[in-house]
């Protein structure tokens, strides 16, 4: 079936450094890719998507590009700020409606 | 500006009350989602809707059971409260058509069982 591996946690990062978080999926079809941003005390918030191979998502300085060759969907960002810090949700959706999450990426970054 | 509202932040329950979380989207989606969020577990679906007066259990359904009498409200309800149902319960809802519509998140409710 469907499933979503995200890196394990926690990251601790200085302001400015440079962030990827990677994610690897597992799909029969061709799927929808997103990943969402948890703040705390929060729900969840789309940050960006890719809906077919080779397309880039990008938002609020984050990317990820669809990796269909390596099934994979890294989340980057060059420069992290202290206002990053949250938990990151990589997740799919194929044909059905319902989406499949990994299991979160904490990220705290310190001035 | 859109919305998924979760009527509670924050609740606490005993032991074998029965709690309804409520939920309520104003987008017009067809589709609305139940998750539960655990440390180390990311998100389990709890159970789904894609219409009025429709359900389907998710991965975990013991225990709990929704209710859809209307497109814009989808109710959560724990029949019998136990502390294994501390957690934050997440509510969200989606257009159905399109592959790349995403979910719309509601803010979440924090339950504690004591």
């Known amino acids: 079936g469907d499933s979503v591996t995200q890196m394990e946690g926690p990251v601790t990062l200085s302001e400015e450094a440079f962030l990827t978080i990677n994610c690897t999926y597992t799909a029969t079809g061709y799927p929808s890719l997103f990943w969402y941003v948890q703040y705390p005390g929060e729900g969840l918030q789309l940050l960006l998507k890719?809906?077919?191979?080779?397309d880039k998502g990008s938002n609020k300085g984050f990317e990820a590009t669809y990796r269909k060759e390596t099934t994979s969907f890294h989340l980057e960002k060059g420069s992290v700020q202290v206002s990053d810090s949250a938990v990151y949700f990589c997740a799919l959706r194929e044909a059905g409606n319902q989406f499949y999450f990994g299991t979160g990426t904490s990220l705290t970054v310190i001035p | 500006d859109v919305k998924v509202t979760q009527s509670s932040r924050y609740l606490v329950k005993r032991t074998g009350e029965k709690v309804f979380l409520e939920c309520v989207q104003d987008?017009?989606?067809?589709?609305m989602f139940w998750y539960r969020q655990d440390p180390g577990l990311g998100l389990r679906l709890i159970y789904f809707s894609y219409d009025v007066k429709m359900k389907e259990k998710g991965d975990i359904p013991e225990g709990y059971s929704v209710s859809r009498e209307k497109k814009e409200r989808f109710s959560l309800i724990l029949e019998s409260a136990s502390t294994n149902q501390t957690s934050m319960y997440l509510c969200?809802?989606?257009?159905?058509?399109?592959?790349?519509?995403?979910?719309?998140f509601g803010s979440g409710t924090r339950l504690t069982v004591v």
């Open positions: 969200a809802s989606r257009r159905p058509t399109g592959g790349g519509n995403g979910y719309t």
């Open positions: 890719a809906t077919k191979a080779d």
């Open positions: 987008m017009d989606h067809e589709n």
